[in-house]
Nanobody, 119 residues
């Protein structure tokens, strides 16, 4: 089964940038979409970014459009969430996760990486 490992989190000042890589191993990603889901106490933002692995189609939530980008490197089996112009409200544990084509839910999750934005 595919396993995911995030990295790249840490403290950052408001207005700064951060890149969150997500490494996948243990299986093919052809029929999956990779998403990033921030989780913070009392907040449920849902998926803020996603990319279909085969086609490279991307999704960005309104809250991050113009600030975040999502990409993938099929050779390295890496997904990337690039965060620009971060805001304190972006503070969360960011999980990358996989959703099988046609499925409603993300079923494979990484361990998460903490992003803390200071004002």
């Amino acid at each position: 089964q595919v396993q995911l490992v995030e990295s790249g989190g840490g403290p950052v000042q408001a207005g700064g940038s951060l890149r969150l890589p997500c490494s996948a191993s243990g299986g093919a990603l052809t029929n999956y979409a990779m998403g990033w889901i921030p989780q913070a106490p009392g907040k449920d933002r849902g998926v803020v970014a996603a990319i279909t692995w085969s086609e490279g189609r991307t999704y960005l939530a309104d809250s991050v459009k113009g600030r975040f980008t999502v990409s993938r490197d099929d050779v390295r089996k890496m997904g990337y969430l690039q965060m620009y112009s971060v805001k304190p409200e972006d503070t969360a544990v960011y999980y990358c996760a996989l959703k099988f084509r046609g499925a409603n839910e993300y079923t494979r999750w990484g361990q998460g990486t903490q992003v803390t934005v200071s004002s």
